[in-house]
């Protein structure tokens, strides 16, 4: 995508959430990148230490240059949980709570909304495990 673009679209997620927050709204950013060019506009204007939403759905054949991003905004917002739609990507290292693709669509009539304070969908990524080994549940 051009540079202009992904700026246009930086800037209008950031408008709605800060028009949302205006109006009494509590936000928490969704944080997309491209590459290492678009890792300035994507993350300089999310406030360090913001708790995120970001997105393992349409990764595919890129995951290493997911993981670069990811790890790029790790390091720059300092995230304390991370939401994640879609699956765990190896090398994806932190606190996060889980949401899984099909949940997203599934309409039900006693559909209940996500609370971050029910942590038992919260996870816990250690570094310098196996895959089958990092996840840890907290209670």
Known sequence: MDPILITLNVYKS???GAYCQSNGRR???TVTWAD???YDICFNHIETGSIVII???GVGNNKNGFIKGFCEMKKRINPPLILVYGKLI???VGRFIFIDFKDIFIVKQDMKQLSLFEVDNMQVIEEGSDLNGRTR???
């Open 14 to 16: 950031l408008w709605f």
């Open 27 to 29: 936000i928490i950013p």
């Open 36 to 38: 290492e060019r678009t």
């Open 55 to 57: 997105s393992t759905i």
């Open 90 to 92: 190896e090398g994806m």
């Open 137 to 139: 549940k907290l209670y």
